[in-house]
């Protein structure tokens, strides 16, 4: 089955700077990437997803990138605010199957 | 706005207690899920559902069941409750290939 890992487990911005948090897959018949923010107490919600057939998608201050060779992809959060302070976790699958989620990021924005 | 209802926030029950926890969707998904979540070990798939009497298992399925006797409604079975099955449980669910919904959470304790 999928296995997905994902760095770094804590990650700490100063407000205003970027954000990048990392995840690999190991199966190559994954297809669908989303990313889902978990804030304190609250169900996750989907900020920002990519299929395989894409390289890049970018809405508003959150990207994400995909490298289907080297199997990984990645979520980037530029002009970090306060309210972006939350648990991150990346996600994999190649059908309809349940998403394979990688551990989470826990990130924190220093004012 | 799609709505993933848990009937219980939140549960104590007692060692070898059986523990029903109860989730409805009222977007007509094919897809249900069930997802446990644990500190620093991520959302793990337990069970999940592509249709009215269907089920299959995900990575932890071990001490657990599940029901789906009507398309909206997705149950998931505790036969007899262990110390180590406290934990968040939540639902999802999902049209397809698409975005994966999630309840509110279901926080059980077994004593």
């Known amino acids: 089955g999928e296995n997905v890992e994902q760095h770094p487990s804590t990650l700490s911005v100063q407000e205003g700077d970027s954000a990048v948090i990392k995840c690999t897959y190991s199966?190559?018949?994954?297809?669908?990437f989303p990313w889902y923010k978990q804030e304190l107490g609250k169900r996750p919600q989907l900020i920002i997803d990519i299929r395989s057939n894409v390289g890049e998608k970018k809405d508003q201050r959150i990207a994400v990138t995909l490298n289907k060779t080297a199997k990984h992809f990645s979520l980037h959060i530029t002009e970090t605010q306060p309210e972006d302070s939350a648990v991150y976790f990346c996600a994999a699958t190649s059908g309809a199957d349940g998403l394979t989620f990688g551990k989470g990021t826990h990130l924190i924005i220093q004012p | 706005d799609v709505k993933v209802t848990q009937s219980s926030r939140y549960l104590v029950k007692r060692t070898g207690e059986k523990v029903f926890l109860e989730c409805v969707q009222d977007?007509?998904?094919?897809?249900m899920f069930w997802y446990r979540q644990d500190p620093g070990l991520g959302l793990r798939l337990i069970y999940f559902?592509?249709?009215?009497?269907?089920?299959e298992k995900g990575d932890i399925p071990e001490g657990y069941s599940v029901s789906r006797e009507k398309k909206e409604r997705f149950s998931l079975i505790l036969e007899s409750a262990s110390t180590n099955q406290t934990s968040m449980y939540l639902c999802?669910?999902?049209?397809?290939?698409?975005?994966?919904?999630f309840g509110e959470g279901s926080r059980l304790t077994v004593l």
């Open positions: 559902s592509y249709d009215v009497k269907m089920k």
């Open positions: 977007m007509d998904h094919e897809n």
């Open positions: 999802a669910s999902r049209p397809g290939y698409g975005e994966l919904f």
């Open positions: 199966d190559s018949a994954s297809n669908y």
